[in-house]
């Protein structure tokens, strides 16, 4: 055989290789998402389960469509409409620009929470508060605060940002665990004794790596579940983390489905039996997608277990989230009323728990267990002193 020739053959075969490496690289990545797709494509087929005659209820329809009676600058949650972020006013045509402090139209410069913790938020440049695309950790996400509901969305973009800081957090305290305030939950949920013993096709959103579903089997060792689905934006990486309770896909020996996606896109609809979302709310970019997605899972009769906060003072929202970094969604309370008036309530506390009084500050909340109503008797629309007697700020 000729040299050149000789040279020809290996020229080719280091370029096979390569192209072939390559190409085995694609297949691997491709077979990865493949998976992960099929996961998620699978199940979303398998979560529609909409019973036909309330798929052709109107009602229903108005609920999560408010029979487009929002003005553009609102947006339908449960048959009212709220204005859009930053907006108010009558039909919202107002724009807001409300600051840190809430005292005018600027508000401080920050980016890390390091800094934020190293001198007072006083003592940082003002710039005008914007809508905080251009720097998602500014506080310019507080541009978004809104008289009738709070703060209830933020860019996506920002809580890309928060969701990979809220993972880097659960890494460093990978060595700890597993528990996220899991006996505060419990105290605040009436050691989870309104449940009923069988739950049925269960969901936890927002789950974390440690799950409320470990505590409520914790405490509650005589329910059953008969299949426990998890919806968490971070799983896949907090699948990696040495504390996480799902590590081998099971929780108390059972058998777990993972959802890796933000709530505000689950799929579901009427399929799920118990539907859990605990210390969630103020992690999302929508709370009304959130909590429309929370409602829309659920079959009617079907049980919430909840337990948020809500915050009516912002200077007291800040005392207790400190920067917005971890904790973009501030809702208010009449926007969680809203919400589990849906519900007929088989237990309700607040969130003065001995936990929190040992925090030291006054945090309000619902911890709530309830039943979804059959949809037509969510519109007997109660008025505002009815509500307070249903969800008072402090039920004991
Ligand atoms: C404070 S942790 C609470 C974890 C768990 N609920 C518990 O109490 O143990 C909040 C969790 O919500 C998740 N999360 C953030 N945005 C979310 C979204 N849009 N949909 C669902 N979960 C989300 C975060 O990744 C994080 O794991």
Redesign the pocket.
Same mark, same amino acid.
């Not at 919806?231 to 971070?234: D, F, S, T, Y």
């Not at 103020?282 to 929508?286: L, M, R, T």
């Given at each position: 055989m000729e040299k050149s020739d000789r040279w020809f053959n290996a020229y080719h075969l280091r370029r096979w290789l390569k192209i072939n490496s390559f190409l085995s690289l694609l297949v691997a990545v491709s077979l990865l998402h493949w998976h992960q797709d099929r996961e998620k494509v699978l199940l979303t087929t398998e979560l529609h389960g909409l019973r036909d005659d309330v798929a052709a209820s109107l009602d229903y329809k108005y609920l999560l469509t408010c029979n487009g009676k929002c003005g553009p600058m609102e947006k339908c949650f449960l048959g009212k409409c709220f204005c859009l972020p930053g907006r108010t006013g009558s039909g919202c045509q107002n724009i807001r620009t409300a600051d840190w402090l809430l005292t005018g139209d600027h508000c401080p410069v920050f980016h890390t929470l390091k800094e934020v913790q190293e001198k007072p938020v006083q003592e940082y440049p003002v710039e005008a508060c914007h809508i905080a695309e251009k720097d998602p950790l500014s506080c310019g996400i507080f541009c978004y605060w809104q008289e009738d509901a709070g703060i209830i969305q933020v860019p996506k973009s920002s809580?890309e940002r928060?969701?990979d800081i809220?993972?880097a957090i659960?890494k460093n305290l990978e060595k700890m665990g597993p528990d996220?305030?899991?006996p505060e939950?419990a105290e605040g949920l009436g050691a989870f004794a309104a449940l009923p013993s069988d739950l049925g096709n269960y969901l936890?959103?927002? !789950?974390? %790596?440690?799950?409320?579903t470990n505590?409520i089997l914790n405490v509650r060792n005589n329910v059953r579940i008969k299949n426990i689905y998890l !919806?968490? %934006?971070?799983i896949f990486r907090?699948l990696a983390l040495d504390n996480c309770i799902y590590k081998d896909n099971t929780i108390h020996g059972q058998r777990v489905n993972l959802l890796s996606?933000?709530?505000?896109e689950l799929p579901a609809t009427e399929f799920f039996d118990t539907v859990v979302?605990?210390?969630?709310i103020?992690?999302?970019?929508?709370a009304i997608d959130?909590l429309t997605a929370v409602y829309s899972a659920l079959k009617p009769g079907g049980i919430l277990v909840f337990?948020e906060r809500y915050f009516d003072d912002p200077d007291k929202d800040a005392l207790v989230l400190g920067s917005a970094l971890l904790h973009p969604i501030r809702v208010k309370r009449v926007f969680l009323q809203h919400f589990l008036r849906m519900f007929d309530t088989l237990y309700i506390g607040d969130h003065h728990t001995s936990f929190a009084k040992a925090r030291g500050f006054e945090e309000s909340g619902y911890y709530f267990i309830g039943r979804k109503k059959e949809i037509f008797s969510a519109f007997d629309e109660p008025g505002q002193a009815e509500l307070d007697t249903r969800f008072p700020a402090n039920p004991f």
């Open positions: 809580w928060v969701s809220e993972y659960w996220d305030r899991n939950h936890e959103i927002g !789950a974390g %790596p440690y799950t409320q505590n !919806a968490e %934006p971070n907090y996606l933000p709530v505000e979302a605990i210390n969630v103020e992690h999302v970019f929508s959130f337990g």
